[in-house]
């Protein structure tokens, strides 16, 4: 009996990874333009939940003995932070990577190469530290951050060009890209920095993604006509399984599950195409048992506190205002004077928690209206209201 995947499972092997054909070829098609010497550039977006590091992750395994695949988790960058989380803790944690990424492949090997890029790099380094086999230049002061930079951004271009007979390019995934808008600096100013990098070189190939909402500002900061990358980047959105594709998938990878005709009808419905839901879901369920629509309704309410685990943990950590933001939401989207209003408090007052619950991917702003972003999380408020009579606050 083959098992789904855990929900939070994004490091799916080939017979848990399933479909997406479509998308690895166009990207796939994308990515190896690097051999012809052109550097794409892709920014991949799409709902949480839907399959983008997922994706990625199986990018990288499909790429890994032809190219070397960086892949950068920017929520790391947190390891390096000191007093504040700024450009060079997003250098270090990109800089580690590329190293990493080194160690893993099975074409290059980084040992004496990388001391050498050291050497012939004529930046004053304190010295090089020996972190688990992986070289760290320590920088005398933070003065030399633009050298630093400059070594790192150009690294890959450099591995290629030292190992152009067995590499047919780099590829670098920068995933949790959002991570960006907590550095404590000029978010535009450094995606101008990067895209001036990235368009003197030849053959890396860039994906940044993350989970950012589609109406996300980064995104407009990134990819829209007066953005960074406008013109020069190719958005691609992943979107849900459709209705036949997750049928497919369950007849496929879960036979135990005895759907009725309204009963799958329903489960698709509760879990909104979402992979991230779907399997959760799924796991959840009684096998060899008539799931009909009813039944299905029962389990989603019993499993909803599973499924929006995480969820709820930030909810409960949100303070009240925020918490009080979401609960004016669940009715109907509002503008920001109606949610002031509805809270009793001025518009300006509400400023800061919005942008909060916005980088936390919790509400979005769509045309003037802010809304909930995880329309399960939005069901489980409802239901929570409507068994005790308020918002568990
Ligand atoms: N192609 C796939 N086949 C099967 N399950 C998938 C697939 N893509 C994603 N999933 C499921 O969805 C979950 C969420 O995927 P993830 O890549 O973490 O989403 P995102 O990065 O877009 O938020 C995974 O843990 C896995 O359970
Ligand atoms: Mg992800």
New binding site residues.
Partial sequence: MASL??????D?DDS?????VNEIKFISDNLELTQKGSTPTILLT?I????????MKKLKKDFKDEYLVVYADLTAMDKFKKDKLNRLCFMKLFYESIIKACDESNIITIDKKIMKYFKTHNFQLDKIESVDKIPIPILKSEEDYPKFASYVMDLPQQIYNDHKEQLKGVLIFMDEFQMLKQLDEDVNGFLWYIRSVIQTQKNIGYIFSG?MSMKDQLISDIAGQHGAFGGRILNYE?KIFSYETTKNYLTEKADYLNFTDDGFKRFYKCTNGI??YI?SFARLLPPNEELNEEKIIVEFKKSLEYLLVNLTNEWYRLNKQEQRIIASLVEKPLKRIEIANKLGVTSGAIGTSLKTLQNKILIELDNDKYQIYDQIFKAWLKKEYEEKGDYPY
């Fill in positions: 995947p855990l929900g939070n499972d994004n799916l848990q990874f399933y479909n997406r799409g949480r939940g839907v399959g983008k590091t997922a994706l989970s992943i992979p991230y399997n």
